[in-house]
């Protein structure tokens, strides 16, 4: 049996990379997608030697609203799997005094994202199949002085992904939110973090790939995040509107 | 800028801090050599200070592409940062195997070049770059050139076995072995003394692999006692009936790991004495001819993912030399006593016949060489100036990849070779772009 595609939207990031190539090791063909889509044909050589699958490149621009449609239908078929990596944190020190660079990271996070799962999911729902998986994060789980610009969009996608879920529980697609709390790739790589809570690339690939084989609707990558963003809700206002987290 | 954090190799020790910056691409690579100085670092096996910058580190762990590959002739095309462990897992199922390959397979493609990584076939088949049909290396000006057996001879000799200090490798091509099956064919001979190891490494020149684990603590009559394994790559026709049909399928391994330090003391307590003698028995009732799968043979360590730790934090100090062949076996003695009398648990003690020496500046000559590492105690910095001089004494040398220890004084006498190297980095510009903390401690 053949197995369908999987779409990486934001494929130069370590974790779609990482998704990629666990989706391709079990078979999945591989659409990946990016802004520079010239930069991904080293990726491409190597996903299909490594596995033995079809790999296509396209251009991707998440921002370019216009474009979404055009690029749907210039993929080689309408994916069974997609997973959105897209994001950008940018610098909340920026974030907070630049509203140029503040829109762009709301923007990045939440819009783009949201509405190319939005134009796949109607698809998705029309054929009367497919997976849909969006990388969101634990930012997105309570806003914090050191990243809320970025935790606000982040919020509004989890909510955006759970509202999906929700419309097409009855039908045959599924809605798969990952939340990763810290992962070593290039978005973090200046920063000091904890190494007992920061996962490989690889290990987010593990958790989606676990999520797309059993029946998972949200997924923590790290389960330990799961009691850490538990304890950060239950935290009273008053409380924490004094933390420095 | 990327801040700097506490570097270390597999011993763990010594500690710098290094800014560590992954590219992805030659052109974010050759950014970082113009603002060097730089050192290449692959996945940190090697045991002490090699792939530690002063402070600027190059990983290669984002080029990990594989390019091309064909059928036909076994030739792999990939980036430096490719993991071994990668490529078995790709070209086994095919029918293809590493044509060389060290004790651990997850080392990178760039630093198994760049230390000129020798195997169990090390007597037969030669060292790493003996694999290697061309590299492609990033030079000191920033330009990148392709270098190999057949063109830009001389810069190919010296960066195979030169550490990362001639430059930065991109991408290289390789030879794969062609194999039958996921299986080895592995004979135990039990080698009652040193010189019995000896003769047996001799009588097998032919085999295609051999190694000897050696019982370092052993004295007297029985000093040297060794098991010596022989190794072949099995054939489809000898494998039983019921792997013939998946040859390459070989049970997965059950991963063990290490989580956490153990506690040092934990190696004196449970004496490396008794865990020598109850091998060796296990050897003696072992011994004669077993079907091994691949990665239990070549890989014994990689089942317990982290086994550095169970040195505990101070971490431990490999010791690697190779002696020329007609003062090996004194030589060997020589050493054996100093260990025996120290009484430092060594642990792992493996012995190896040598082939003939390539390259201009890489570890192998031929002889016999021996691997061994010790726990960090206030006793080893003496125990090991000592074996360093005996090393010295018997026309022998140090295999920079498990080295941390070593004076600039010391290389300079065991391996004339080094102010040849030297002097080749100072005229083509390298030794001003390509520095490691090993590099700055030998003078190099
Ligand atoms: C359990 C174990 C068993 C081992 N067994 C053997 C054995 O049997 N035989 C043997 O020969 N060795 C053996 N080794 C040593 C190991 O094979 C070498 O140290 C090897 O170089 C490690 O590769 P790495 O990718 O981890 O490189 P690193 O440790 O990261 O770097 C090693 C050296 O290679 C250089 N380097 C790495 N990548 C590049 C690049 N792209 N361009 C230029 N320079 C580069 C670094 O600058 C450094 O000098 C063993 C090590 C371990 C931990
Ligand atoms: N790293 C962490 O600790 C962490 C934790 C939780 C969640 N996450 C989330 O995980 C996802 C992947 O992040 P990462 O850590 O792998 O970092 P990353 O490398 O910065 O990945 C972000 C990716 O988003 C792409 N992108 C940004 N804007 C885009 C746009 N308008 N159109 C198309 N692509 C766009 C970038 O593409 P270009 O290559 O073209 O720039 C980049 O590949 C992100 O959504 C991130 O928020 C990360």
């Given at each position: 049996m053949t197995k369908p595609p999987i779409l990486i939207l934001g494929a130069r990031s370590d974790i779609g990379r990482a998704i990629a190539h666990r989706f391709a090791a079990e078979g999945h063909p591989v659409q990946l997608a990016a802004r520079a889509p010239e930069a991904l044909e080293a990726d491409r050589a190597d996903i299909a030697l490594r596995h033995g699958v079809e790999v296509s490149c396209h251009a991707f621009d998440a921002l370019d609203h216009a474009g979404h449609e055009p690029f749907l239908d210039g993929l080689p078929e309408l994916p069974g799997i997609a997973a959105c990596v897209v994001g950008l944190m940018g610098e909340q020190e920026e974030n907070a005094r630049d509203m140029d660079a503040a829109r762009l990271v709301m923007r990045s996070n939440y819009e783009g994202p949201a509405e190319i799962l939005a134009r796949l999911a109607n698809r998705f729902e029309a054929r009367g199949s497919g997976t849909l998986i969006g990388v969101s994060s634990v930012a997105g789980e309570r806003g914090r002085a050191s990243n809320y610009v970025y935790g606000s969009a982040k919020a509004g996608f989890t909510a955006f992904l759970s509202g999906l879920r929700n419309r097409l529980s009855r039908t045959p697609v599924r809605v798969i939110t990952v939340l990763p709390g810290f992962v070593a790739t290039r978005m973090t790589e200046n920063m000091d973090l904890p190494a007992p809570l920061t996962a490989a690339p690889l290990e987010v690939a593990e958790a989606v790939w676990r999520a797309h084989a059993g029946a998972r609707d949200v997924v923590y990558v790290r389960r330990i995040w799961a009691l850490i963003m538990a304890v950060i809700r239950a935290i009273p206002e008053p409380v924490f509107k004094k933390t420095r987290l | 800028m990327t801040r700097a954090r506490p570097l270390a190799g597999w011993g763990r020790h010594p500690v710098r801090d290094c800014t560590l910056a992954a590219p992805e691409t030659e052109a974010e690579a050759a950014a970082l050599v113009a603002a060097g100085p730089v050192i290449a670092r692959g996945n940190g096996r090697a045991y002490g200070d090699s792939a530690l910058g002063v402070p600027a580190t190059l990983s290669t762990r984002r080029m990990n592409r594989m390019r091309a590959f064909d059928p036909a002739t076994g030739v792999l095309e990939a980036e430096a940062g490719v993991l071994l462990a990668d490529i078995i897992d790709t070209f086994l199922p095919r029918g293809w195997f590493p044509a060389v390959t060290p004790g651990t397979k997850f080392v990178t493609l760039g630093g198994m070049i760049a230390a000129d990584v020798h195997g169990k076939n090390h007597h037969r088949d030669g060292a790493m770059g003996e694999t290697v049909l061309w590299l492609d290396l990033l030079r000191p000006d920033g330009r990148v050139v392709r270098c190999g057996p057949g063109q830009e001879r001389a810069l190919f000799e010296w960066t195979v076995g030169g550490m990362g200090l001639t430059g930065v490798i991109l991408r290289a091509a390789i030879r794969l072995r062609p194999v039958e099956t996921g299986w080895i064919r592995q004979v135990t001979r039990p080698a009652r003394d040193l010189s019995r190891a000896i003769a047996l490494f001799e009588e097998n020149a032919e085999a295609t692999y051999s190694v000897a684990w050696i019982d370092c603590l052993a004295t007297g009559a029985a000093q040297g006692r060794s098991l010596v394994m022989l190794g072949e790559h099995a054939r489809r026709d000898q494998l039983p009936d019921d792997r013939v049909a998946r040859p390459f399928r070989t049970r997965a391994r059950r991963r063990l790991s290490v989580p956490f330090d153990l506690p040092g003391w934990l190696l004196n307590r449970y004496s490396a004495r008794a865990f020598n003698a109850a091998y060796w028995n296990a050897g003696l009732r072992g011994a004669g001819v077993r079907l091994v799968d691949w990665d239990s043979y070549f890989y014994p360590l990689d089942s317990i993912l982290g086994w550095n730790r169970v040195y505990g934090r101070r971490g431990f100090a490999q010791f690697q030399c190779v002696l020329p062949l007609d003062a090996a076996e004194t030589g060997l003695q020589r050493l054996l006593n100093e260990i025996a009398r120290a009484g430092q648990g060594a642990f792992l003690g493996v012995l190896k016949r040598m082939g003939a020496e390539a390259r201009r500046f890489s570890f192998p000559m031929p002889g016999y060489t021996l691997a061994l590492d010790f726990p960090a105690t206030p006793g080893l910095p003496g125990l090991l100036a000592r074996m360093d001089d005996i090393v010295q004494e018997h026309g022998g040398r140090f295999y920079l990849a498990k080295?941390?220890?070593?004076?600039a004084e010391t290389l300079r006498r065991t391996d004339p070779r080094s102010a040849a190297f030297a002097r080749m980095r100072s005229e083509t510009g390298a030794a001003g772009r390509f520095v490691s903390a090993q590099s700055e401690r030998l003078s190099l």
């Open positions: - | 080295d941390s220890h070593l004076t």
